[in-house]
């Protein structure tokens, strides 16, 4: 059997600055019809900066959809027509004031698939230098260095929920163990 659905009618119910939700009319593999309620996004960026020492650098930020602050790695959203990469470097320096001589792709993850079609891109930073951070209007946080060992416990006991932050600590921990990093 052939899982794709097909797109029968789109129906945009808002266009805003970084998202646009629409509904769908889909027909199924089995030739039903439902609706699918999307949320499309740009798709993000996340980056672990990964230094010399083991440690690597996390931001506290408020979150305003779970009214509460949050341990993240630094992140951001792709503009358009951004390369991840490029929006990588971006974030790592607007956000933690730091520069890598070496990047590299930890791949992504999709954080909800079942609504939105958002991408977020992982990359691991090395060989940091500091420099000048540089927040968006709107941008509070709190820069912060924890040891990847540390970080790997604060996941494992929820203490750090951020679903790309997970991946990315996770994914790091497992390449630092095959002596890949």
Known sequence: MELF????RETTLY?????????D???LPNGNTAIREIVEHSGGVCVAALSERGTLRFVRQFRYPYHKV??????????KGEEPLQAGL???EEECGLRAD???SLGCVYPTVAYCSEIIYLFLATGLHETQQHFDEDEFLEVEEIALSDAVRMVMQNEITDSK???AVLKIARLREEGKL
Do not use: M, S
């Not at 659905?5 to 029968?8: D, Y």
């Not at 266009?15 to 509904?23: A, C, E, Q």
């Not at 949050?70 to 503009?79: D, F, I, S, T, V």
């Open 5 to 8: 659905e097909k797109t029968l």
């Open 15 to 23: 266009d805003g600055k970084i998202l646009r939700l629409h509904v």
């Open 25 to 27: 009319d889909v027909e």
């Open 70 to 79: 949050l341990l993240e790695l630094p992140a951001g959203k792709l503009e």
């Open 90 to 92: 971006r974030e790592l």
């Open 102 to 104: 070496k990047v590299t």
């Open 165 to 167: 932050t997970v991946a």
